[in-house]
């Protein structure tokens, strides 16, 4: 008996042993790990070619892709993500944003973000029904469609604003009512499609201005520079490989474009305006005026 009890210590040791050990080397490479929350947007794609060639295997990077653009607060506030790429409007309502800045930035919406409806802007200055306005809360969304009705004119009517996510969106079909609908690239082609008309974009806005960004929280930038610089240069060839064979580009990354034709995908690339390459000056003014610190960008 004390034979077998001594037999299943040794046995229990072996095994709380081993169990430690593979606890002890695995902890060190998953805690260096850098998880990154984005989506489907134009301008993060070259974060999916990358993903999908392999060139992040080797590197502490992963991508959790996401629909919902207000995700990226809920992932980050608890502790499942160290950054997240999105525009300085979703940055804006972090709730501790002064911790959080843009290590690079990645484009200027031209037109990839945009406001439609069913009825022309005439008609909804003119209109004394109560119009519905589809859009993802607590987002630049919000900041979009504030914008849209000062600079347009649209104090007087009456909104309902109904909170969804892009993929709730994209299955709306035409209705008898006025509806409002604020969307992006690539759901933003569906809704197209269907027939909806494009009131303004980031194009035609005046007041309103987008850039597209990886965020990072301080404490993960320090010291971890270099592999940042080097994420960088993925992300630029990223870009390279889209200018040299887009077909091949759009075939890898499909499976993550809503649907989206050759195309769309194609038309969806000349709204937005590249920026990894260079910081435009008047870009970091508005940042800045924003009370965004910029004074992490990669040069």
Do not use: C
């Not at 590197?59 to 959790?64: E, M, N, Q, V, Y």
Request: hydrophobic letters at 40%; aromatic letters at 14%.
């Amino acid at each position: 008996m004390r034979k077998a009890r001594v037999i299943g210590f040794i046995l229990l040791f072996l095994i709380v042993g081993i169990a430690a050990s593979v606890y002890y080397y695995n902890r060190p490479a998953e805690s260096s790990r850098i998880h990154i929350s984005t989506n489907p947007w134009i301008g993060f794609t070259p974060f999916i070619y990358a993903q999908e060639k392999g060139w992040l295997e080797s590197t502490p990077f992963r991508f959790l892709w996401l629909v919902d653009l207000t995700d990226n607060a809920r992932l980050y506030e608890r502790g499942f993500t160290q950054g997240f790429t999105a525009t300085q409007y979703e940055l804006l309502h972090f709730k501790n944003k002064n911790t959080i800045k843009p290590v690079f930035l990645i484009d200027q919406s031209f037109g990839a973000d945009a406001i439609v409806s069913n009825r022309t802007l005439e008609e909804l200055q003119n209109t004394r029904e109560k119009v519905d306005v589809y859009l993802e809360q607590g987002s630049l969304n919000d900041d979009f469609f504030e914008a849209f009705v000062t600079e347009k004119g649209l104090q007087k009517v009456t909104f309902q604003k109904i909170d969804t996510s892009q993929k709730n969106i994209s299955t709306l079909t035409e209705m008898s009512h006025p509806i409002i609908i604020i969307s992006y690239q690539p759901y933003l082609a569906g809704l197209i499609k269907k027939g909806f008309k494009v009131l303004v974009s980031t194009q035609s806005m005046q007041t309103f201005f987008v850039v597209d960004a990886l965020f990072v929280d301080e404490k993960t930038i320090q010291g971890r520079e270099k592999e940042f610089a080097d994420l960088k240069k993925l992300f630029a060839l990223g870009v390279e490989r889209f200018k040299r064979d887009p077909h091949e580009y759009y075939e890898t990354i499909k499976g993550y474009l809503e649907g989206q034709s050759y195309e769309e995908f194609m038309e969806t690339t000349t709204q937005i305006k590249w920026l990894y390459q260079t910081h435009p000056n008047e870009i970091i003014t508005h940042l800045n005026a924003q009370q965004i610190k910029t004074d992490r960008l990669l040069p």
